[in-house]
Each structure stands twice: as C-alpha cells, then as structure tokens.
C-alpha cells in the first residue's frame, strides 16, 4: 500500500501502479518458480516431522505472548469474561473471526447502553 500511495503521489494513476506491480509481481514469481521444488519436499519423511515441530513451536510462543498480555488485554471483569467467552466460542463451535469480530462489537455496544443504570435515573 505504501508504494502504491507512493507512486501515485509521485506520478499519478500509472506511478500507483508501476508502485503495486512492482510490490507484487517479483513474489509471485519467486513463489511459481519455487513451488515445484516444494512439492517434491512435502514427500520428505524428516521434513514433516520438521514442519509439525515447527508447528507446535508457533503455538508455544503464541500462547507464552497472550499470557504475557492477557492482563494488558483484559483490564477490567467484562473484559475478562468476553475474553473468556471468545475463547471458549473459538474451541467449541470453531468459527472464524469475522463472526467473533462483530460479536465483541455488539457486546461492546450492548454494555454502554446500561439499560438498568438509565432506568434509574428516570425514576
């Protein structure tokens, strides 16, 4: 996005272009020139055994980083219990994030209402 803003601002429609084309165009091409090789290493007996270890490594170090996080992440109760319920959603019914995305918006829409607190007020 950066050579794209880049370019355009340097040369117009055709520099926003040049700018993304020529971000893009030398990735595909590395990868295409590279993904027969990948094949033939996918049948490799200590490779996947690589890979799965490398797997599991990456869960490691995602976990070990949300539980440095976590009480940055989750200040306060509500925080906490949405966190808890996010999770709990992830493992159970395995959906994906957009849906958990606009749950947590509407959760956090529906708890600035306080509908019991305004209720009060009027009375």
Do not use: C, N
Not at 8 to 21: D, E
Not at 30 to 44: E, K
Not at 55 to 70: E, F, K, N, Q, T
Not at 87 to 103: E, Q, R, Y
Request: proline share 6%; no cysteine.
């Amino acid at each position: 996005m950066l050579a794209t803003y880049v370019g355009y601002k340097l040369a117009g429609i055709p520099g926003a272009l040049v700018g993304q084309i020529g971000i893009y165009v030398p990735s595909f091409a590395l990868m295409l020139s590279i993904l027969p090789v990948l094949a033939r290493f996918r049948d490799i007996r200590w490779i996947k055994a690589a890979m799965r270890g490398v797997g599991a490594g990456v869960i490691g170090v995602i976990s070990v980083s949300l539980l440095y996080l976590m009480p940055h992440a989750a200040p306060d109760a509500f925080t906490a219990t949405l966190l808890g319920l996010t999770v709990a959603v992830m493992l159970v019914f395995s959906l994906g994030a957009f849906p958990l995305i606009i749950g947590g918006a509407l959760a956090g829409i529906a708890s600035g209402y306080r509908p019991l607190q305004r209720l009060k007020e009027m009375v």
